[in-house]
């Protein structure tokens, strides 16, 4: 089994910054891709981007592109999301995810979720 524990979220203003952090426990060398999700209130779960193993794949979606990255850390089971220009909209509750697959961006391919940190912007 795999564990995941997100941290870093909290409450900020519109414009400002916040770094997401991701560690992963268990059995982790049979982890591939990772990704993080988000949901806010009433709406569906959505990627919101997504790494290779290796890093050299990522995938953003369209909405945090230029202003979010996403990185990890193989030999620290660590992965982070760097949240630049935070919008109100940006507002939910932010998953990490992985899977042992060697990619996948839907929610539906992941094995194994956190349990979720708040992200809240204020405007």
């Known amino acids: 089994q795999v564990q995941l524990v997100e941290s870093g979220g909290g409450l900020v203003q519109a414009g400002g910054s916040l770094k997401l952090s991701c560690a992963a426990s268990?059995?982790?060398?049979?982890?591939?891709?990772m990704g993080w999700f988000r949901q806010a209130p009433g709406k569906e779960r959505e990627v919101v981007a997504a790494i290779s193993r290796s890093g050299d794949s990522t995938y953003y979606v369209d909405s945090v592109k230029g202003r979010f990255t996403i990185s990890r850390n193989n030999g620290k089971n660590m992965m982070y999301l760097q949240m630049n220009s935070l919008k109100p909209e940006d507002t939910a509750v932010y998953y990490c995810?992985?899977?042992?697959?060697?990619?996948?961006?839907?929610?539906?391919?992941?094995?194994?979720w956190g349990q979720g940190t708040q992200v809240t912007v204020s405007s």
């Open positions: 268990g059995r982790t060398f049979t982890l591939n891709a």
């Open positions: 995810a992985a899977t042992r697959r060697p990619w996948a961006t839907t929610a539906g391919e992941y094995n194994y």
